[in-house]
């Protein structure tokens, strides 16, 4: 684990872009990836290390960075937007009484490790002292990258635009991420002398680099452990890509720590889904936010399973839904096109087939026969069904809440029960059957001859 910066520091994260790319009306840092924004990704990365001041630094779309951040950094606004070292200028008020080291980092940039930044962090304070320290990374293909000339010692002596590159210097293939760490006062008072004197009048942040070791300071970088770690995201192949990066390593997690991942390319986590010991997953399977599976639970093909606990030795599906606030205890079983919402199931309970559970608590092996509903939704306001410790509920009943079935007590099949059940009562809730003998073969006859008639005409 991770543990916090050995050094007091700053984060700043740049969100100013108006990711044009993604060609949507949610801001690109907020798009998710398993089940969360790109940017808390980010978020907990960098708290890991603890840092003193957070601020992020918005431009478009600002409102809904604002409603996502809330008080957890400062809002520090780029208008108009001028370039990465513009935008990293506008966090020096939020900083201003701030003397650690600061690591400007970027919202679609969110798989950045603790270690990494880190080890950024700790280079600052090395031997040489140096000015700025670079994130780098070295891509199969370097294409057109800004390069990072270093020395073996990974001093930097250029960095240079693609652009602006010999061919000696493209054949670098150590790239900029953009990523930087600074000491504060280091990293304002170089961007104060940052020109824009290039084709797009900007102001870059790279450039303190340069100007750095053209006052003879050193500035050094470090290697990210792959190209992956710094991808941005700025459309949506790009985000889908990163998801794919993201579910590959979470699946190859799951299988080393001893789940059974029968189809694993079919399997999709979210950020936290949390698996036991021995748990075998069939394929098709969904699980969104807050799904914690115990050990030896099985969930057979094609279900969906969100914000759920399933303890030791569950069975559920195939073709299973289960919905936020959903408890299966031990042994229970939630068998084919069962939905549960908001429901307990004690040990050993079960719904094998075609049945609603909302809003429900399910005594101790109790037996939820098919097609059978809690109908706990009057329109307005949502009530709650007891079922007791080893109750039956025969097919194709429908329980009104709010109701309370007692325990060892019996639904007969077809029944709408709507007043509480004693414990082992019998409740039997259908109208009365109706017998006409020869009814049908006489209704048969008559319909065939007017049939046949209307063909004749």
């Not at 409102?63 to 001028?82: K, N, T």
């Not at 370039?83 to 200028?89: D, I, K, L, P, R």
């Not at 880190?118 to 040489?128: E, F, N, S, T, V």
């Not at 986590?269 to 698996?275: E, K, S």
Request: neutral net charge; charged residues 25%; contains cysteine.
């Amino acid at each position: 684990m991770t543990t916090r910066a050995t050094h007091p520091f700053a984060a700043i994260i740049l969100a100013a872009g108006k990711g044009t790319r993604m060609n949507s009306a949610l801001h690109k840092v907020l798009h998710p990836i398993a089940g969360r924004p790109m940017l808390e990704h980010l978020f907990e990365s960098v708290a890991a290390l603890g840092p003193e001041r957070l601020a992020v630094v918005v431009g478009a779309g600002r409102e809904q960075i604002e409603a996502a951040v809330g008080s957890r950094a400062a809002i520090c606004v780029q208008e108009p937007q001028l370039g990465t070292g513009h935008a990293v200028q506008q966090a020096e008020g939020a900083l201003a009484d701030f003397a650690g080291d600061v690591l400007v980092l970027y919202g679609d940039v969110p798989f950045v490790r603790p270690e990494t930044m880190r080890a950024m962090l700790a280079r600052l304070h090395g031997p040489d002292a140096p000015a700025a320290v670079v994130l780098g990374f070295e891509p199969e293909d370097p294409g057109h990258y800004g390069r990072i000339i270093a020395d073996d010692d990974g001093r930097i002596v250029r960095m240079v635009e693609y652009k602006d590159a010999d061919e000696g210097e493209r054949a670098c293939r150590l790239c900029n991420s953009g990523l930087l760490a600074a000491r504060a006062e280091d990293l304002f008072g170089l961007l104060r002398r940052v020109g824009n004197a290039n084709a797009q009048g900007e102001y870059y942040l790279p450039d303190i680099v340069n100007i750095a070791i053209a006052d003879g300071r050193p500035c050094a970088v470090i290697i990210a452990a792959s190209a992956d770690e710094v991808a941005g995201i700025n459309s949506r192949a790009e985000l889908a890509a990163a998801e794919g990066r993201w579910q590959a390593a979470r699946r190859r997690r799951a299988m080393d720590e001893g789940a059974t991942l029968i189809a694993p390319e079919t399997v999709f986590f979210a950020h936290d889904t949390v698996l036991g010991r021995d748990v075998t997953i069939e394929p098709n399977v969904f699980f969104g936010p807050g799904v914690v599976v115990g050990d030896g639970v099985l969930i057979r093909a094609h279900c969906h399973i969100e914000g759920a606990r399933l303890e030791r030795g569950v069975k559920v599906g195939p073709f299973a839904r289960l919905r936020p606030g959903t408890v299966l205890e031990e042994d229970s079983f939630i068998g084919n096109f069962v939905e549960v919402k908001n429901a307990v199931l004690h040990p050993g309970a079960k719904a094998s087939h075609l049945t609603y559970l909302g809003d429900a608590t399910i005594g101790a092996k109790a037996n939820i026969g098919a097609g059978t509903i809690t109908c706990n939704y009057d329109g307005y306001f949502k009530y709650r069904t007891v079922i007791g410790e080893r109750a039956f509920i025969g097919s194709n009943s429908a329980l009104v809440a709010p109701v309370t079935i007692g325990a060892d007590a019996i639904v007969a099949a077809g029944s709408t029960v709507s007043r509480d059940v004693a414990p082992g009562e019998l409740r039997m809730v259908r109208a009365e059957q109706l017998v006409k003998p020869g009814w049908a073969d006489r209704f048969h006859d008559t319909m065939k001859k007017k049939k046949a008639a209307e063909k004749k005409g």
